[in-house]
Protein backbone atom coordinates (compact mmCIF):
# COMPACT_ATOMS: atom_id res chain seq x y z
CA UNK A 1 0.00 0.00 0.00
CA UNK A 2 1.24 3.22 -0.94
CA UNK A 3 -0.29 7.16 -1.07
CA UNK A 4 -1.53 5.87 -4.78
CA UNK A 5 -3.82 3.50 -2.95
CA UNK A 6 -6.00 6.60 -0.97
CA UNK A 7 -9.39 6.19 -0.64
CA UNK A 8 -9.47 2.36 -1.38
CA UNK A 9 -11.13 0.02 1.04
CA UNK A 10 -8.59 -2.58 1.87
CA UNK A 11 -8.94 -5.77 4.56
CA UNK A 12 -5.31 -6.35 6.26
CA UNK A 13 -4.25 -9.25 8.74
CA UNK A 14 -1.39 -9.51 10.87
CA UNK A 15 0.17 -9.30 14.29
CA UNK A 16 -0.46 -6.47 16.34
CA UNK A 17 3.46 -5.21 17.05
CA UNK A 18 2.53 -1.97 19.09
CA UNK A 19 -0.39 -0.11 20.37
CA UNK A 20 -0.66 3.24 21.03
CA UNK A 21 -3.81 4.65 22.86
CA UNK A 22 -4.19 8.88 22.57
CA UNK A 23 -7.24 9.11 24.74
CA UNK A 24 -10.71 8.44 21.57
CA UNK A 25 -7.71 7.89 19.43
CA UNK A 26 -5.96 3.97 19.06
CA UNK A 27 -3.08 4.05 16.69
CA UNK A 28 -1.48 0.31 16.31
CA UNK A 29 1.01 -0.79 14.00
CA UNK A 30 0.34 -3.94 12.01
CA UNK A 31 3.12 -6.10 11.16
CA UNK A 32 2.76 -8.88 8.09
CA UNK A 33 5.16 -10.28 6.10
CA UNK A 34 5.51 -7.77 3.57
CA UNK A 35 6.24 -5.27 6.55
CA UNK A 36 4.09 -2.77 8.85
CA UNK A 37 1.48 -0.83 8.00
CA UNK A 38 -0.48 2.00 10.62
CA UNK A 39 -3.80 1.91 11.20
CA UNK A 40 -6.11 4.04 13.74
CA UNK A 41 -9.13 3.26 15.23
CA UNK A 42 -11.75 6.57 15.33
CA UNK A 43 -15.31 4.91 15.07
CA UNK A 44 -16.89 4.27 18.20
CA UNK A 45 -17.72 0.80 17.97
CA UNK A 46 -14.20 -0.37 16.64
CA UNK A 47 -12.70 1.65 19.10
CA UNK A 48 -14.06 -0.10 21.72
CA UNK A 49 -12.77 -3.90 20.68
CA UNK A 50 -9.29 -2.16 19.97
CA UNK A 51 -9.25 -1.47 23.53
CA UNK A 52 -8.35 -4.81 24.41
CA UNK A 53 -5.88 -5.21 21.52
CA UNK A 54 -2.51 -6.58 23.34
CA UNK A 55 1.08 -7.55 21.46
CA UNK A 56 0.69 -10.00 19.09
CA UNK A 57 -2.61 -10.13 19.22
CA UNK A 58 -3.51 -11.81 15.51
CA UNK A 59 -6.45 -9.32 14.11
CA UNK A 60 -7.78 -8.61 10.87
CA UNK A 61 -8.96 -5.13 10.18
CA UNK A 62 -10.48 -3.55 7.13
CA UNK A 63 -10.70 0.12 6.32
CA UNK A 64 -10.16 3.02 4.15
CA UNK A 65 -6.76 4.27 3.19
CA UNK A 66 -6.21 8.08 4.14
CA UNK A 67 -3.45 10.21 3.54
CA UNK A 68 -1.58 10.44 7.09
CA UNK A 69 -1.75 14.59 8.42
CA UNK A 70 0.88 16.76 7.54
CA UNK A 71 3.53 16.35 10.42
CA UNK A 72 2.83 12.63 10.96
CA UNK A 73 4.23 10.77 8.45
CA UNK A 74 6.90 8.51 8.43
CA UNK A 75 9.95 8.22 6.22
CA UNK A 76 11.02 5.13 7.83
CA UNK A 77 8.70 3.45 6.78
CA UNK A 78 7.51 2.38 2.99
CA UNK A 79 3.64 3.13 4.57
CA UNK A 80 5.07 5.86 6.38
CA UNK A 81 2.95 8.42 3.92
CA UNK A 82 -0.60 6.75 4.53
CA UNK A 83 -2.70 4.98 7.65
CA UNK A 84 -5.33 2.87 7.54
CA UNK A 85 -8.95 4.12 9.04
CA UNK A 86 -10.78 1.20 10.77
CA UNK A 87 -14.10 0.63 10.00
CA UNK A 88 -13.80 -3.30 10.97
CA UNK A 89 -12.08 -5.06 13.36
CA UNK A 90 -11.81 -9.07 13.87
CA UNK A 91 -9.78 -10.76 16.14
CA UNK A 92 -8.32 -14.08 14.78
CA UNK A 93 -6.56 -14.92 17.74
CA UNK A 94 -5.18 -13.31 21.10
CA UNK A 95 -1.24 -13.81 22.63
CA UNK A 96 -1.06 -14.53 26.33
CA UNK A 97 2.03 -12.48 27.65
CA UNK A 98 5.13 -12.47 25.63
CA UNK A 99 8.36 -14.07 27.34
CA UNK A 100 10.51 -11.40 25.51
CA UNK A 101 9.79 -8.21 23.61
CA UNK A 102 10.19 -8.96 19.83
CA UNK A 103 11.84 -5.19 19.08
CA UNK A 104 14.64 -5.87 21.89
CA UNK A 105 17.40 -8.62 22.19
CA UNK A 106 16.25 -11.55 23.91
CA UNK A 107 18.83 -14.33 25.16
CA UNK A 108 19.59 -17.16 22.86
CA UNK A 109 18.03 -20.01 25.28
CA UNK A 110 14.37 -17.75 25.43
CA UNK A 111 15.09 -17.55 21.24
CA UNK A 112 15.35 -21.49 21.07
CA UNK A 113 12.63 -22.11 22.90
CA UNK A 114 10.28 -19.53 21.06
CA UNK A 115 11.41 -19.62 17.78
CA UNK A 116 7.56 -19.03 16.67
CA UNK A 117 8.33 -15.54 17.84
CA UNK A 118 11.80 -15.16 16.98
CA UNK A 119 10.72 -15.97 13.36
CA UNK A 120 8.42 -12.72 13.51
CA UNK A 121 11.64 -10.56 13.92
CA UNK A 122 12.02 -7.93 11.56
CA UNK A 123 15.81 -8.89 11.23
CA UNK A 124 15.71 -11.86 12.17
CA UNK A 125 16.22 -15.47 11.05
CA UNK A 126 12.59 -15.64 9.81
CA UNK A 127 14.17 -12.79 7.29
CA UNK A 128 17.34 -15.55 6.26
CA UNK A 129 14.90 -17.92 5.95
CA UNK A 130 12.86 -15.81 3.24
CA UNK A 131 16.04 -14.87 1.78
CA UNK A 132 17.34 -18.18 1.00
CA UNK A 133 14.04 -19.12 -0.36
CA UNK A 134 14.31 -16.25 -2.77
CA UNK A 135 18.26 -17.27 -4.10
CA UNK A 136 16.94 -20.81 -4.48
CA UNK A 137 14.08 -19.86 -6.00
CA UNK A 138 16.13 -17.47 -8.67
CA UNK A 139 19.12 -20.79 -8.69
CA UNK A 140 16.36 -22.96 -10.18
CA UNK A 141 14.62 -20.54 -12.67
CA UNK A 142 17.88 -19.97 -14.18
CA UNK A 143 18.59 -24.16 -14.02
CA UNK A 144 15.17 -24.51 -15.07
CA UNK A 145 15.61 -22.14 -17.98
CA UNK A 146 18.67 -24.29 -19.24
CA UNK A 147 16.80 -27.31 -19.38
CA UNK A 148 17.85 -29.03 -16.15
CA UNK A 149 16.25 -31.43 -14.17
CA UNK A 150 16.05 -31.22 -10.58
CA UNK A 151 16.19 -34.77 -8.66
CA UNK A 152 16.64 -35.41 -5.19
CA UNK A 153 18.28 -38.92 -4.62
CA UNK A 154 20.02 -40.23 -0.55
CA UNK A 155 23.12 -39.87 -2.31
CA UNK A 156 23.02 -36.03 -3.31
CA UNK A 157 21.17 -34.92 0.16
CA UNK A 158 21.45 -35.08 3.87
CA UNK A 159 19.73 -38.08 5.22
CA UNK A 160 17.54 -37.84 8.46
CA UNK A 161 17.47 -40.27 10.95
CA UNK A 162 13.22 -41.60 10.47
CA UNK A 163 13.24 -39.46 7.51
CA UNK A 164 11.21 -40.85 4.42
CA UNK A 165 14.49 -42.91 2.90
CA UNK A 166 14.17 -44.95 6.39
CA UNK A 167 12.42 -48.54 6.34
CA UNK A 168 10.96 -49.66 9.70
CA UNK A 169 10.88 -53.74 9.74
CA UNK A 170 9.26 -55.54 12.02
CA UNK A 171 12.69 -58.47 13.48
CA UNK A 172 13.35 -61.21 10.54
CA UNK A 173 11.44 -59.91 8.09
CA UNK A 174 12.42 -58.44 4.41
CA UNK A 175 11.05 -55.30 2.26
CA UNK A 176 11.56 -57.71 -0.35
CA UNK A 177 9.28 -60.61 0.89
CA UNK A 178 7.03 -58.68 3.12
CA UNK A 179 5.21 -56.04 2.93
CA UNK A 180 4.03 -55.65 7.17
CA UNK A 181 7.09 -53.40 8.25
CA UNK A 182 6.31 -52.25 11.51
CA UNK A 183 8.24 -50.00 13.75
CA UNK A 184 10.15 -52.13 15.32
CA UNK A 185 13.92 -51.85 13.80
CA UNK A 186 15.75 -49.98 11.27
CA UNK A 187 16.76 -52.63 8.48
CA UNK A 188 18.71 -50.16 6.46
CA UNK A 189 21.83 -52.17 7.62
CA UNK A 190 19.91 -55.67 8.29
CA UNK A 191 17.31 -56.57 5.96
Not at 60 to 69: K, Y
Not at 88 to 108: I, K, R
Not at 112 to 133: T, V
Amino acid sequence: MRAADAGATVTLAGWVARRRDHGGVIFIDLRDASGVSQVVFRDPEVLAQAHRLRAEFCVAVTGVVEIRPAGNENPELPTGEIEVNATALTVLGESAALPFQLDEPAGEEARLRYRYLDLRRENGPGAAIRLRSKVNAAARAVLAGHDFVEIETPTMTRSTPEGPATFWCRPGCSPARSTRCRKARSCSSSC
